[in-house]
């Protein structure tokens, strides 16, 4: 009997070619190093500027921001009140400088006031009048705002303030509108002494 004969057995590598050992691997990590770089990176810069002070790095400083463009921000400056009625409302008036080289529209100015003495209490909130208003270049502007007194306050005065000859009112979350952009200013405003009627 003849030995039988067994075909050689083939493998088959599908899909893979072999020609220069580990070229593609080497590609494939040298991309991917590039990839991290470009996106770690920048991030690795900002945390490296700001060590000292990573809030920054998130939170710009707005009053150094103000102080190096102060001089284009517009002052606004407390002048007076005038009594309309002393039970229901006043008028608050300012003084408003244009300290830029163009012209702005103040479209408006947004406060509410409080009593000083009891300061959880709310007297009113307030309404530009005649607004907006156009201030020139280098020039200053009057403008005005009427507090009305809500319910409360005028009980609140009544009870508390009647006859009050020292009475103060403090102007909170002062808010400008100037050429369409909300500024708030931080500071809260003293308005008075008022003279309460008896």
Request: glycine content about 8%; hydrophobic content about 40%; charged content about 20%.
């Amino acid at each position: 009997m003849l030995p039988s004969k067994t075909p050689p057995k083939v493998i088959k590598s599908e899909g893979k070619i072999r020609s220069g050992g580990g070229n593609c691997l080497n590609l494939g990590i040298i991309l991917a190093a590039i990839s991290i770089i470009i996106v770690v990176g920048p991030i690795f810069s900002a945390v490296i500027i700001y060590k000292d002070n990573l809030i920054a790095l998130i939170m710009p400083d707005i009053e150094g921001l103000t102080d190096k463009i102060g001089d284009y921000f517009p002052n606004v400056e407390y002048v007076g009140y005038e009594i309309i009625d002393p039970e229901s409302s006043f008028r608050v008036i300012f003084n408003v400088t244009n300290n830029s080289d163009e012209d702005f529209t103040i479209n408006t100015i947004n406060f509410s006031a409080y009593c000083s003495q009891h300061e959880e209490v709310l007297l009113g909130y307030s309404y530009g009048e005649d607004f907006p208003v156009t201030i020139s270049r280098g020039s200053s502007g009057i403008v005005s705002f009427h507090v009305t007194f809500t319910v409360q306050s005028q009980t609140h005065i009544e009870t508390l303030h009647r006859g009050d000859t020292d009475f103060h009112a403090t102007l909170k979350n002062v808010q400008v509108v100037v050429q369409g952009v909300e500024v708030e200013l931080g500071d809260e405003i003293d308005v008075g002494p008022i003279e309460i009627p008896p």
